[in-house]
């Protein structure tokens, strides 16, 4: 059954990618098209440019696409100077025998496949960090340095007197309103399963941070002969055990997509009990389901043939171990 199927309420890139697979394109096609709305429309100021700056004020981005026929992926890590983060991902798979891309030299790559260079910063992005800054840079990722990240900005230097203990986390508070990636599976009418994700990032994070969207089996996993999965949330705990991978081999044991999500989870609360973190999945056949741990609840979009609109569903989530 055709059906796309992605994080959030993210609604317009739904319907952009069913418009592409009823009008007869490719999975992949609606995969990049609907995650280019999220980028342009700047979804929630975690998708695309102009928010989310990291320590020095610059927004990058992360993006992946998946075919679940070939297993092929491109994907791009901390982007800088270029809006088209998932179409660059593209870009990576259909030019490159590569996987992935990072940085400068990812930018580089983007500008030979004609893409254009632009700022990434907006006035909105620019006040952020500049409210940030004023804060004493918090909250921020640091950890085990001196200053006391917790209380200064850097140039930061390792802190020899301790014992590299791990800091408590720093809380994304991911919540209606307030979300972070876009992950997005869609079946076309051949049952062709492509997947994607796009966003940028941690907010004030370390210079050159990736996060789990762009690698594979964390941000997104598809495979045509069982179906896919997308995960959203703290991608730093979620990309050690990639969870869209799990769920994709859960529903190939026989799990239905909102159990195997839910197992997808629980090695991470296992060891990050502080996680905040919600996965997505749909079988071949059409059938979806979600899990999510930490937050009080999670939406997220579908479409598929019974429905007029994009519906957003509401699943509610796994309480915090305390």
């Known amino acids: 059954m055709p059906m796309v199927i992605n994080t959030w309420p993210f609604t317009n890139a739904t319907a952009k990618a069913w418009s592409v697979i009823t009008s007869g394109g490719s999975s992949l096609d609606a995969v990049e098209q609907g995650c280019t709305v999220c980028e342009e429309q700047q979804s929630d100021g975690s998708v695309g440019f102009g928010n989310h700056p990291d320590e020095n004020g610059e927004t990058t981005l992360d993006a992946m696409i998946m075919d679940g026929v070939t297993h092929d992926v491109g994907s791009v890590g901390c982007l800088r100077r270029i809006k088209s983060a998932i179409s660059v991902a593209r870009a990576v798979m259909n030019y490159t025998k590569h996987t992935l891309l990072v940085g400068e030299l990812a930018t580089q790559f983007a500008k030979e496949m004609g893409f254009k260079e632009e700022t990434l910063s907006t006035n909105t992005s620019i006040e952020e960090w500049k409210q940030w800054k004023a804060r004493k840079c ?17 140039p930061y230097k390792p802190d020899s007197s301790n014992s590299f203990e791990q800091q408590p986390r720093y ?31 941690a907010n004030h994070k370390v210079p050159g941070r990736v996060g789990d969207s762009p690698i594979t089996g964390s941000g997104c996993y598809v495979d045509n002969d069982v179906g896919g999965a997308a995960a959203t949330g703290d991608g730093d705990v979620m990309m050690r055990f990639l969870p869209s991978l799990r769920a994709v081999e859960n529903m190939n044991q026989g799990m239905s997509p909102s159990s195997a999500c839910e197992q997808a989870l629980a090695p991470i609360i296992k060891f990050y009990p502080d ?6 999945a749909a079988s071949k056949k059409g059938i ?9 609840s999670f939406h997220y979009s579908v479409y598929h043939p019974a429905l007029l609109s994009p519906q957003v569903e509401e699943t ?7």
């Open 138 to 154: 918090q909250p921020n990722f640091r950890q085990n340095v001196v200053p006391d990240p917790q209380s200064s900005c850097g």
């Open 171 to 201: 809380n994304m508070q991911v919540n209606q309103g307030n979300h972070d990636t876009i992950g997005m599976i869609v079946i076309d009418s051949a049952g062709n399963i492509a997947g994607g994700t796009t966003t940028n990032g």
């Open 275 to 280: 996680f905040s973190g919600a996965v997505i």
């Open 288 to 296: 979806y389901g979600a899990a999510c741990y930490g937050f009080q």
């Open 316 to 322: 509610p989530c796994m309480k915090k171990v305390k």
